[in-house]
């Protein structure tokens, strides 16, 4: 047993940046939150199958209108010892915020996601997106750093998305109402988010968190539904 660490990293061209991420063990059922198709974002999933036996795959995407159709992503056939990217935005386009369930019959499989990103014609990073907890009425994001909101509002003053974002999606078919709390160094912070915050089901949801001031945090959600959350930085 052991532990291993793969990165990513260019100097130039459109995916300029540096990247890494922990290598999973493989495994029959993968969730990934917060992904992005939006003008300028790139999200490409990869599957690899490193077992001796082939390996069925399905994929379901879920945006902030609801399931997205991805009839020709199911029962792709990963043969023993084979790898594909899928591009997520020839299947859904132009979206802020995509939750992706990979499950896998047969063979397990590994998948993670390259997120890449374009600020006009100026490449603004590139990232390997790592897998979401099981969907669970309470889910803990810990060691999210927040940009001083100086630095926040000069990042979003032509594009408004660049700011700090908590993701959740409902994994069921009845939505889910959820709460947000933020724990610091000291204790729960002072935040003040809608009460009634609710994802439609099978949907997601965004909720900025440009309000809290430079630093590190815990994002606590807590649902009546299952859900998975992620927070983009």
Same mark, same amino acid.
């Given at each position: ?5 793969? &990165? ?5 061209? *459109? ?10 063990? +493989? ?25 001796? /036996?082939?390996? =069925?795959? &399905?994929?379901?995407?879920?945006? +902030? ?27 859904? =386009?132009?979206?802020?915020?995509? &939750? ?15 997120? %890449? ?6 490449? &603004? ?8 907890? /099981? ?6 994001? +810990? ?24 993701? !959740?999606?409902? /994994? ?21 988010? *809608?009460?009634?915050? %609710? !994802?439609?089901?099978?949907? /997601?949801? !965004? ?5 809290? %001031? ?11 539904? +299952? ?7």
């Amino acid at each position: 047993k052991g532990s291993a660490l793969r &990165s990513y990293q260019a100097k130039d061209g *459109d995916l300029a940046g540096l990247a890494a991420a922990t290598c999973q063990a +493989p495994a029959s059922s993968w969730r990934f939150t917060g992904l992005q198709t939006s003008t300028g974002s790139t999200s490409v999933m990869h599957l690899a199958n490193p077992t001796h /036996t082939t390996a =069925q795959v &399905s994929l379901r995407l879920r945006g +902030p209108d609801g399931l997205i159709d991805t009839s020709t992503l199911q029962n792709i056939v990963l043969a023993a010892g084979e790898s594909r990217a899928i591009v997520l935005g020839g299947y859904a =386009q132009d979206l802020n915020s995509i &939750s992706a369930e990979v499950t896998s019959l047969g063979g397990k499989i590994t998948a993670s996601v390259q997120q %890449a990103a374009l600020r006009g014609l100026t490449p &603004s990073g590139v990232e390997l997106v790592g897998a979401n907890a /099981t969907a669970s009425n309470s889910q803990v994001i +810990p060691g999210v750093w927040i940009e001083s909101k100086e630095n926040v509002s000069k990042l979003s003053k032509d594009d408004k998305s660049l700011v700090p974002q908590l993701h !959740v999606s409902a /994994t069921g078919s009845s939505g889910a109402g959820f709460k947000v709390k933020v724990l610091g160094a000291d204790g729960e912070v002072a935040a003040s988010f *809608d009460e009634n915050l %609710a !994802v439609d089901s099978d949907a /997601t949801k !965004v909720v900025n968190l440009n309000q809290l %001031a430079g630093g590190y945090y815990t994002v606590v959600v807590e649902s009546d539904a +299952p859900v998975t959350a992620a927070v983009k930085m």
